[in-house]
């Protein structure tokens, strides 16, 4: 008998048919369904607009289902973040780093990743997480908490790649700190291409990030360079 992973396919930003979706449909499993359903309509319209029986139609599951995994609307966006997280790197990583092997280079194709979901999906989706956490962290405590650990792991996956550039870059330079801004700028440049409906000022935030990063790599260079 297969397990619910097994039988689980898991699809965000490459998906069988080309489009940029958010997926994770065991049809064998109700509340895998359900999450599913939710994971669309969320990213498509947010939160607050979506009722439950638009989840029910799209889950094709009735209402006593639902609230027996879910008993209320946010134990289900809870179960949303939570296959987030657990998910970053068959729904995403997996995909952009296809074929990409310079730690440096990942940075890139990280980022090049939300370009190219802005384009296909016509600048009507952003980051998931980035959307819910626009919309409900002022209310929802236990969703905002596990939007941190999504944003915190995506910190800490390009922080690696950092890392593992090794002294390609300064001594002295604070990781942690260039992992995070390299998610501020992901963030920023997604909602000013959504609001311009257009890719220049995130090809603009992303060129002044490589430039930086050239700068340090320069200067680790020289850092590195044997001394007389």
Not at 14 to 35: H, I, P, Q, Y
Request: overall charge negative.
């Amino acid at each position: 008998m297969r397990s619910d992973a097994e039988s689980s396919e898991v699809r965000w930003f490459g998906s069988s048919d080309g489009k940029f979706k958010v997926t994770a449909v065991n049809t064998e499993n109700t509340r895998d369904r359900l999450v599913a359903a939710a994971q669309e309509l969320f990213l498509l319209q947010g939160y607050n607009a979506t009722g439950v029986a638009q989840i029910l139609k799209k889950a094709g599951v009735n209402s006593g289902s639902l609230y027996y995994y879910f008993p209320t609307k946010e134990d289900l966006l809870i179960a949303v973040l939570e296959f987030y997280y657990a998910n970053i790197e068959p729904m995403l990583l997996d995909y952009v780093w296809t074929n990409v092997s310079d730690p440096i280079e990942k940075v890139f194709a990280l980022l090049d990743g939300y370009r190219q979901m802005l384009l296909v999906m016509e600048f009507n989706q952003g980051c998931p997480i980035g959307n819910l956490a626009l919309e409900l962290a002022n209310t929802h405590v236990r969703a905002r908490e596990l939007m941190v650990a999504n944003f915190d792991q995506w910190v800490d996956k390009v922080r690696e790649c950092l890392d593992e550039a090794g002294d390609r870059l300064p001594e002295d330079l604070d990781r942690q700190a260039l992992a995070m801004h390299v998610l501020t700028v992901m963030e920023g440049a997604v909602m000013l291409a959504r609001s311009y409906r257009n890719l220049e000022p995130f090809d603009a935030a992303v060129q002044q990030l490589r430039d930086y990063i050239e700068r340090l790599l320069a200067d680790g260079r020289e850092w590195s360079a044997p001394k007389n």
